[in-house]
């Protein structure tokens, strides 16, 4: 896609899952991006009739909604328990590619998706808890 000289290219995506699920579909989506405006990231959690939920999004947007602090604001205001991260850059083309801090301190750089092999596992070594709690440890 050929955008013009004085714009910035940023990569464009939404997900509910994960920056790796986010990242699969920005591939094909780029916005070009003229100033003021900004490359822009934000990983959301809150929580909406009682479910926590997750936003993954990178988009061209307004600079204003770049520090945490407005972005956390405006969620507190309309959602509980609500969570925000944000990056903004305009340094060079495709500046939002990576993932906010927490997720690359946590995960390593790497977009952690589960498996179904691992939400098994997860699940099956809860449940053995749940049930030794219950006094059923000499099940087998």
């Known amino acids: ?11 464009q995506c939404f997900s509910n899952l994960s920056w790796k699920d986010c990242n699969k579909h920005a591939a094909k989506n780029v916005s070009e991006c003229k100033p003021p405006k900004v490359c822009f990231m934000s990983h959301r959690i809150f929580k909406r009739n009682g479910q926590q939920e997750h936003q993954f999004i990178k988009a061209c947007y307004n600079p204003d909604w770049c520090p945490e602090e407005k972005c956390r604001e405006t969620f507190k205001k309309q959602l509980d328990g609500s969570w925000c991260e944000t990056k903004c850059c305009k340094d060079e083309d495709f500046c939002n590619s990576g993932m906010t801090r927490s997720w690359e301190e ?3 750089g790497e977009a952690a998706s589960f498996t179904i092999r691992s939400t098994f596992c997860l699940i099956t ?10 006094g059923f440890s000499n099940l087998t």
């Open 1 to 11: 896609m050929l955008l013009d000289a004085s714009g910035l290219r940023c990569l």
């Open 106 to 108: 946590a995960y390593g």
């Open 125 to 134: 070594g809860l449940l053995a808890l749940f049930m030794r709690e219950l």
